[in-house]
């Protein structure tokens, strides 16, 4: 491997300053040409050109990582590029030009097709899908394995580059052509991006999505990744899972179900995923699955277990459909059937590792209740179906609880004392509220370097509130955080995240109590509606209304019955962050992925000093 610095490796260069944003704070960047950190690999007949840098936002504080790949031949002639971000985009795609061709630049506006009229069609125009991806790897990723696929029911393709660097498809049968496919990747580097691949986004990145650009419709999306599924990893990305079924786009989330972790050991996927996609398609009436790969003996493999094949025997399915001119889920839903079944199973197997009882355990083992989702999916549910629907998966009251599960929740001490998080505690003891589990654990103690400088931004981000009244004063300082014996330091409150409560005066009386500059401000839900209350202990600025919190909250609020026949509002408490994080300097939300999930799916959101934010109204309280 080769470096070099600035903005040429002697064979590619970036011919333009990069221009980026934060994709949670909205904050842009003009990035110097010249800065760039550069490689160079070979990977057999292709050459490999890395374009990195990172800075730390200056609105957020997060770090952000900008990289562009470049694929060149021995020759030096351009292949291809990919993006490969982390929590920022380009507002201007990089302007990639050989040493040697200065008049070169590899990002154009998407190329116009010229549609082709097969006469043995009945003169009907050549079918064309436009998958656009995270980058051109998830495209091409997605178009092999589709065409493989589709080899199975009579088809055949070719592949080749558009305008040399765009991977470009071509399916057949019975050598009349019959399918374009074309990759986009990454998302906003093309001009012009549809208008419905720009409104999905807007919730969330799947890995690649395909568009019929000529009924402007989208006919799938998914997320695929290779993360280990522990902790919080497995949930981060359940906001674009959220967006798809809300816009009515069969979704599929392809995760490991077992992962090594750190440590060395084996963990296994988190079951709020796949309960999440279930209620989302009796909700929106939308196919809304998660897929496994890997077992136990090929952990993190691919190519074993079920999910593979289920995945692409769905979207090769759908792209047959849409060849033949039918609907795209027709004939699918004994498919989708053995999908949820196996979601369903899933859940049954591994429940007891992470909560302490699960409502309508019984109807997860019965084959109906697959086949009743999968006709939500369709949109061709029963009356049955609909009685179903008000049972499986939904939390109930406290009344509803396991009367042996009840008698053992009682609250706990805290690791952080925080007036409100010791409330909640007590409300268990008081049967106003319920938890999951008695095992929660807590998060990682960080330095006190890390801790000192979060509240020294934090209490910047404050100061730059407008007068609220009543006034609101901010009091955080590192002696209300305890120390380990190592040195480290405890962010941590509650060990629980999840409180159920039966009435939302109940959960009014505690804010209140906790905070009584909040007295008759919170009135927009009704005393007697029940409530989910989610609680983020994080401290580090920027990331409520990112990952993996909004991910969390999006699964989180669907599983504890935001859309339930018997509906529960939506708190969200952050003790650690403040309230000047949700707004610009003009006073108005600031819109980015995080807002518009908790814009979507919150009631009140409460900061730090006592200070409520109702996103829906752009009110702060």
Request: negative net charge; hydrophobic residues 35%; aromatic residues 12%.
């Amino acid at each position: 491997m080769q470096f070099y610095d600035g903005c040429s490796d002697g064979t590619f260069e970036m011919a333009e300053d990069w221009l980026v944003e934060c994709i949670l704070c909205g904050q842009q960047y003009r990035i110097d040409r010249r800065s760039l950190n550069i490689s160079v690999m070979e990977q057999g007949d292709v050459f490999e050109h890395y374009f990195w840098t990172e800075l730390t936002c200056k609105g957020c504080g997060e770090k952000l990582f900008i990289r562009t790949k470049v694929y060149g031949d021995k020759n030096g002639d351009f292949i291809r590029e990919d993006h490969e971000c982390d929590d920022v985009d380009f507002i201007r795609p990089p302007d990639i030009r050989t040493v040697n061709q200065a008049g070169f630049q590899n990002n154009r506006e998407r190329p116009i097709r010229a549609h082709v009229r097969n006469p043995h069609i009945g003169g009907r125009r050549m079918r064309e899908i436009e998958i656009w991806a995270d980058s051109f790897h998830e495209g091409v990723w997605c178009c092999d394995n589709i065409c493989a696929y589709l080899e199975s029911l009579g088809y055949s393709f070719e592949s080749d580059y558009l305008n040399g660097f765009i991977p470009h498809y071509v399916v057949e049968k019975e050598g009349e052509q019959l399918l374009e496919l074309i990759v986009y990747g990454s998302y906003k580097s093309w001009n012009p991006m549809p208008s419905k691949i720009k409104e999905l986004i807007g919730w969330g990145k799947p890995d690649f999505v395909a568009y019929d650009a000529q009924d402007n419709r989208i006919l799938f999306a998914v997320e695929e990744t290779a993360a280990t599924p522990t902790g919080n990893q497995a949930m981060q990305r359940c906001e674009r899972q959220y967006g798809s079924a809300h816009l009515r786009i069969p979704y599929w989330y392809f995760v490991s179900e077992y992962g090594e972790h750190v440590d060395g050991g084996v963990r296994r996927d988190n079951i709020w995923p796949s309960i999440a996609a279930i209620k989302l398609t009796l909700i929106k009436k939308t196919p809304c699955l998660v897929l496994h790969y890997s077992d136990i003996d090929n952990v993190e493999d691919y190519n074993s277990g079920n999910g593979l094949g289920l995945l692409f025997s769905s979207l090769s399915h759908i792209i047959d459909n849409y060849v033949c001119g039918r609907a795209a889920l027709d004939d699918t839903e004994e498919l989708l059937a053995r999908q949820y079944q196996e979601m369903l199973l899933f859940i049954s197997s591994q429940w007891e590792n992470v909560i302490d009882f699960i409502p309508s355990e019984r109807l997860l083992h019965q084959d109906e209740t697959a086949k009743a989702i999968a006709r939500y999916a369709l949109g061709d549910e029963t009356p049955e179906d609909e009685r179903l629907k008000a049972e499986v998966l939904v939390w109930p009251l406290t009344t509803g609880v396991p009367s042996n599960v009840l008698r053992q929740q009682q609250g706990r001490s805290l690791i952080k004392y925080d007036a409100l998080a010791a409330l909640l505690e007590r409300d268990i003891t008081l049967n106003k509220c319920y938890i999951l589990s008695n095992n929660a654990g807590s998060g990682k103690p960080t330095t006190r370097d890390k801790i000192s400088g979060w509240i020294n931004d934090q209490a910047a981000l404050f100061a730059s509130s407008a007068p609220l009244n009543p006034p609101a004063v901010f009091t955080m300082k590192i002696e209300d955080f305890p120390e380990t014996d190592n040195g480290n330091i405890h962010v941590t409150t509650s060990k629980n995240i999840v409180y159920l409560y039966d009435r939302w005066a109940d959960l009014k009386e505690a804010i209140e109590e906790a905070y009584p500059r909040l007295r008759g401000k919170l009135n927009d839900i009704p005393d007697e509606k029940p409530v989910f209350m989610y609680v983020s202990n994080s401290l580090k600025p920027g990331r409520l209304f990112g990952d993996p919190f909004t991910g969390q909250l999006s699964a989180y609020s669907t599983c504890f019955g935001k859309f339930d026949t018997r509906d529960r509002a939506v708190i969200a408490y952050f003790p650690h962050q403040v309230h000047t994080q949700a707004f610009g300097r003009n006073g108005r939300v600031t819109r980015n992925k995080g807002t518009t999930l908790y814009t979507e799916l919150t009631d009140y959101l409460i900061f730090n000093a006592g200070v409520a934010v109702s996103l829906k109204n752009e009110e702060v309280l």
